[in-house]
């Protein structure tokens, strides 16, 4: 008795350990990145396509994994259609025409992947750049916040109708469909009067709408978009995307729990490239202050930049920060790391800094590596009343030091990298630099 007794406080410890490893930042006991992701999309070879897709598809259809597709154009699934796409399916982008495909208001996408055999959009060049293509938008009937339930994508598509770029109602709990272990690739075409597409787009996406276990990469605009509604997102992974990783907009009500974001200074855009964007609106006037704001609540990200030399990025302004946060929104981040940025939060010089906005952003039990200054408000030289709030033992975040092979467990796998905290040799520490002496290096 004395040693079942034994043997099961020993096991506890060690699942008690393992659960204090995993706490901030991604979690699971396994690589959950493991054998459905792509780091090095550049590598890999798909046959000529088979099958062509293009103009509207109206009938439910379902493409099938011994086939190739070739994406040309601007491709919607229209009047209540169900598009299925089998897993290991692989869909390519045309270079010439920026292929898209467009899931309509009342219509569904099933892409239901498996972590062995993943659905890939990818471009169809041989030579594979960011924004060869256009990228995916799943259109839904959930509430957003501008003037009337109803608002259309404004991108330059070319639908038949303008019912098929139409999004937004009083459904919270739409359902557009799946979106799982599936991987958008080399997406983010750039148009002379829109900008840049975005990887994924979720566009009045309600509740009922599942993506989990995505990830976009090297994509030239936003990675994802959400537009409104109340989606969710689990497991999604943003790899080297130009823009924004996350941009959260027109009062979407969205929970992202166990994410990634991996930036690089290399390739992110000087006009705007964080791991995540919160705002309720573009223009102020043209949002109903009636509805409700974006809020997005975040739990278990890991946002990470990927620096060969982070002070010399920063020094030559390589570098911004991991989250800008815009006027009324509000904003809770739990257990998570942001590491490598300059500085890790920016709030925008249009918030008020009082007890009732500092309410709505909430940064509790985090990890802040490597960061270049913590909380800052925009265009303030002086921050130490938002430094000194957040960093409140109430809060209970975490101030640290250290490179990524010390911080992550194997950050440094090109192939298969795995971005989970190892806790095991923190430092603690306000600022990744001496502010002194760098002035007396100048």
Known sequence: MKKITFTTLVFLLVLGNLFAQQEKGITGYNNWLDSWTDFQPNKANYEEPTQILSGNISENTTLTKRNTYLLLGDVFVTDSTTLVIEPGTVILGDYKTKGSLIISNGSKLIAEGKSTDPIVFTSNRSDKKPGDWGGIFILGDAPIN?????????????????????YGGDNTES?????????????????????????????????ETN????????CEGNSFNILGGEVNLTKTVSFRSNKNDYNFNQGTQSTIKNALAVRSPYISSPDGSRCMYISSYDIKEKADTSKKETFVNAENLT??????DLKSDIKVGLVQEAIYIGPDVSFNIHKSVISGFKPAVILDDRIEINNENLEKI???????????????RKDHINNDDLESWYGSRAF???YSKGPDSETFIDSDNSRAP????????????????????EEDDE
Not at 190 to 206: E, Q, R
Not at 418 to 431: E, G, P, Q, T, V
Request: proline share 1%; charged share 20%; net charge positive.
């Open 211 to 218: 993506i989990k276990n995505v990830m976009v990469s090297y």
């Open 146 to 166: 501008t003037f009337g339930k109803v608002a259309s994508l404004n991108y330059g598509l070319n639908p038949s109708s303008t019912e098929s770029i139409s």
């Open 303 to 308: 946002l990470v930049n990927v620096s060969n």
């Open 418 to 437: 795995d971005f989970r905290l190892r806790i095991n040799k923190i430092i603690a520490s306000n600022d990744l630099f001496d502010d002194e002496k």
């Open 396 to 398: 209970d975040n975490v």
């Open 362 to 376: 909430q940064f509790t039990r985090s990890y802040f590596n490597n960061c270049k200054g913590n909380i800052y």
């Open 175 to 207: 359902n557009s469909g799946v979106l799982n272990y599936t991987r958008i690739e080399y997406a983010g075409k750039k148009t002379k009067d829109f900008g840049n597409f975005s990887g994924l787009t979720l566009a009045g996406v309600g509740s």
